[in-house]
Antibody, heavy 122, light 110 residues
Framework: EVQLVESGGVVVQPGGSLRLSCAAS????????IHWVRQAPGKGLEWVSL????????YYADSVKGRFTISRDNSENSLYLQINSLRTEDTALYYC???????????????WGQGTTVTVSS | QSTLTQPASVSGSPGQSITISCTGT?????????VSWYQQHPGKAPKVMIY???NRPSGLSTRFSGSKSGNTASLTISGLQAEDEADYYC??????????FGGGTRLTVL
């Protein structure tokens, strides 16, 4: 079964840091671009970042550029999101999601995890 | 990065067809055929319904179809069913090498 499982979400104070993880299984992880997408409580989807299958391409939304860093370890079938200088507006459910087709950019995501919750509050 | 513009809500009766619009700019929808549509039921992760403007993932119902004209993309659901009631989001690649989502549309099946 193709699966993505996020972890690492916590309650953290403004200005703090944390690292989210996404464990992949059931597919050839190093063939696929992976995205992070977040959803604030009661709000819509917001794209956060993507990393290409080989890690060479990394892109970020303006709202997180300079504070978030995406990375992957293909030997561990894992994706990461390092989040620094957290703000209250970063409070959201964070999903990792896999690109539809291998070794290309479709900017469409066919497999999503269940999400991990980040709450930024003092 | 602004969000793509979608109607907040649409509704239809079972068996009818509805269309959800998604309006962007020449920097996103108007320039690239990388429009996707997602369905999200309450408390669930999104599910891709359309990618590449009009492509359906394998196994998805043919009742769902997508199109694009200029800066506006559209999702059409034909033969509306009760289980289609959900939130729908469009997304597009942008000239900034990012992805932008629409604000979402709540579909109510009457």
């Amino acid at each position: 079964e193709v699966q993505l499982v996020e972890s690492g979400g916590v309650v953290v104070q403004p200005g703090g840091s944390l690292r989210l993880s996404c464990a992949a299984s059931g597919f050839t992880f190093d063939d696929y671009t992976i995205h992070w997408v977040r959803q604030a409580p009661g709000k819509g989807l917001e794209w956060v970042s993507l990393i290409s299958w080989d890690g060479a391409g990394r892109y970020y939304a303006d709202s997180v550029k300079g504070r978030f860093t995406i990375s992957r370890d293909n030997s561990e079938n894992s994706l990461y999101l390092q989040i620094n200088s957290l703000r209250t507006e970063d409070t959201a459910l964070y999903y990792c999601a896999k690109e539809i087709r291998a070794n290309r950019y479709d900017y469409g995501m066919d497999v999503w995890g269940q999400g991990t919750t980040v709450t930024v509050s003092s | 990065q602004s969000t793509l513009t979608q109607p907040a809500s649409v509704s239809g009766s079972p068996g009818q067809s509805i269309t959800i619009s998604c309006t962007g700019t020449s920097s996103d929808i108007g320039s690239y055929d990388y429009v996707s549509w997602y369905q999200q039921h309450p408390g669930k992760a999104p599910k891709v319904m359309i990618y590449g403007v009009s492509n359906r993932p394998s196994g998805l119902s043919t009742r769902f179809s997508g199109s694009k004209s200029g800066n506006t993309a559209s999702l059409t659901i034909s033969g509306l069913q009760a289980e289609d009631e959900a939130d729908y989001y469009c997304s597009s690649y942008t000239s900034s090498s990012t992805v932008v989502f629409g604000g979402g549309t709540r579909l109510t099946v009457l």
